[in-house]
């Protein structure tokens, strides 16, 4: 059964996490399908979030009043043999598309990352290591205490 999302992508910042996911799929969709043929993606297991594959972050405190305020975060790997040519395909996609991508120096451990701002709200993040991950997050909090998002799709396909 495929997936259908309630919010446009364009909906920035979001205001729940259920916009932040439903984004969040969204820009990683575009992505792939802008990727060479066959790419997609799989979530990473996560102990903390059985299941699904994102989720909200709290900060701080709050209270019956306040919610505290939330972030949204989701990440996949890329499978596949992690080519050194992926992160310059994702880098393309995300030109191709107008999202302008920033490569990252190097960290000490020899891992490369490049990010993209699609929207207001929200970045995107390939990290080229043993495994390569794609992974989407708002940069922006939202009001807590809403309710929870579905559960995300476990694979994302062009």
Sequence with gaps: M???FAA???AAPPANAQ???D???DYLLQTIRAMPEGT???AQPDPGRPTSPGGVLPTGT????FPRAEYYSISY????DPSPSLLDDTESAWNTIGWAPNRKPPYPNGVVASQAYPADGYLLNTTFAAVVT???ETNQTFSGGGPAAAPAPWTLVQ
């Design 77 to 80: 790997k890329v499978l596949g």
């Design 8 to 10: 446009p992508a364009q």
């Design 19 to 21: 916009q932040a996911q």
């Design 62 to 65: 709050g209270s019956a009043i």
């Design 134 to 136: 794609m992974s989407c």
């Design 23 to 25: 984004a969040c799929i």
């Design 2 to 4: 495929a997936a259908t």
């Design 40 to 42: 997609y993606l799989e």
